[in-house]
């Protein structure tokens, strides 16, 4: 009996000795095996053939075949997909057209001329599942750009989409390093204000949604309101900085619908003090124009090319236009010349002391050779209070600036800054102002200088760059009279 159970037990412990043998040698290969995480975008520069790595992202595409499996797969850090090629036995009914996956294998160089390269799976794991269809997009299908729109939770999922939201963000970075580059400091200005920069009484009101503040009283206790433009706030700080800029959220309760007018959009600012004319405001604003235009072109050329060939096929050659010739500059005067001998017939009246409407700008860019164009000194009576009076007569102009640009009309707005004293505050108490702008007055008594700025539409930029007629499908989330989806 006791030999049976030491006989039993021998064995017992021989098992257990080789289990612990096979499970340590699992143990030393698994640990050995650690697959590089990549993104898609760092696994097709090839740099990393041969590799063991990891990739993650959403099936763009499934091709089930005999013997093999194809998949792509997009992590939204590039536009092409990187291919994955599988053996048949790792097919899953859960791998579909936009589920999300995790794929380990090796980067191999690809048979294919249309790839560098591709992933051989060794093992793809479905994290999210994707019913194809109930999912609104279809694999293969260019969906349009209107249909897309009605989608703002799921349209970063299609390709024309997550290009535009790239090249957001390398505009973004451009115009930042643009200004960095040439020694402006960049200034947080408000969101929440008590001014009305442009007088225009497009204004959305901040208050508590709950019950009245202390006594009754309103939150900040003056009307307080989400900015319309920084530029006040840029000019205070201008006393103390010679540039200065501001690139941020800017909110006008417009009730338009049209195409290139949004209730939030971002606008960069800047100001630069001893200006000496309107030129170095020009040539600021076609700067940062072409440097960040440039470097978009460079960095996102293909994000760039699916709007110019898919999109808006021929804009390409507009945009290399606009780079290879220096923007004309015309004043307003002359712009009005050029629409009186027009034969074209306007909806609008083009008298002298008539606003510029989309018609006529999209008009005098034409004329002027489908190009950028800035048109300056604008009636006096046009512009807002802060405008230099260029004292000129009979038709009295402010040093004012607009630059128009082919597909969208007005792109930038600004102008020299009235730093007289005496001026301004005859202007201010002319509208009843005087009070209200007392601060603002205190920065021409102390220590005043000539200076201007200007403010760019960065929505209406890309449009001008990616030639998209419509401005809601320039921002992730756009925001709109009647319309305020998310
Ligand atoms: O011409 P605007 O009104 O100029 C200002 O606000 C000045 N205070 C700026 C400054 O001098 N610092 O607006 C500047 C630009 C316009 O040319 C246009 O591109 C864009 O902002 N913009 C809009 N973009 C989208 N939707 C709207 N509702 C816009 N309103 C103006």
Known sequence: MFQTSAKTFSVLAATASAYRRVFLVGLRRYCKKTSTKLRVSEALSGAQLGADVKV?????????????????????????????????????????????VEVTGILKKSPHQKQPVELEAEQIRVVGECNPVNFPFKIKKRHSLEYIRQLPHLRCRTNAFSSLLRIRSEAT??????????????????????????????????????????????????????????????????????????????????NSQSRRHLAEFFMVEAEISFTESLEDLTKVIEDVFRSATERVLARCAEDVDLFHRHVTPGHRDTVEAMLNKSFPVISYTEAIDILHRSSEKFTFPTDWGCDLMTEHEKYLVKHCGNVPVFVTNYPY??????????????????????????????????SLREERLNLLM?????????????????????????????????????????????????????????????
């Open 56 to 100: 993650q992202g959403w099936v763009r595409s499934v091709r089930p075949q005999k013997n093999n499996i194809f998949l792509h797969v997009n992590d939204g850090s590039s536009l092409q997909s990187l291919q994955i090629v599988a053996d048949a036995k790792l097919n899953d009914p859960l791998l579909t057209f936009g589920s999300a």
């Open 426 to 486: 005859d202007r201010l108490k002319r509208v009843g102002l005087e009070d209200t702008y007392n601060w603002y007055l205190d920065l021409r008594r102390f220590g005043s200088v000539p200076h201007g700025g200007f403010g760019l539409g960065f929505e209406r930029y890309l449009q001008c760059v990616l030639g998209v007629d419509n401005i809601k499908d320039v921002i992730p989330f756009p925001r709109f009279s009647h319309s305020c989806l998310l």
């Open 381 to 414: 009576d046009l512009k807002p209070f802060y405008a230099r009076d260029n004292q000129d007569h009979p038709m009295h102009t402010a040093a004012a600036v607009d630059l128009l640009v082919p597909g969208v009309g007005e792109l930038c707005g600004g």
């Open 173 to 254: 970075a451009a115009i930042h390093s643009y200004f960095k580059n040439n020694g402006f400091v960049q200034i947080h200005t408000p969101i929440i204000t008590s001014n009305d920069c442009e007088g225009a009484g497009e204004l959305f009101q901040v208050e508590p949604s709950g019950p009245a503040t202390v006594d009754d009283k309103n939150f900040f206790s003056v009307p307080a309101f989400l900015t319309v433009s920084g530029q006040l706030h840029l000019e205070v700080m201008s006393g103390a900085f010679s540039r200065v800029y501001t690139f941020g959220p800017t909110f006008r309760a417009e």
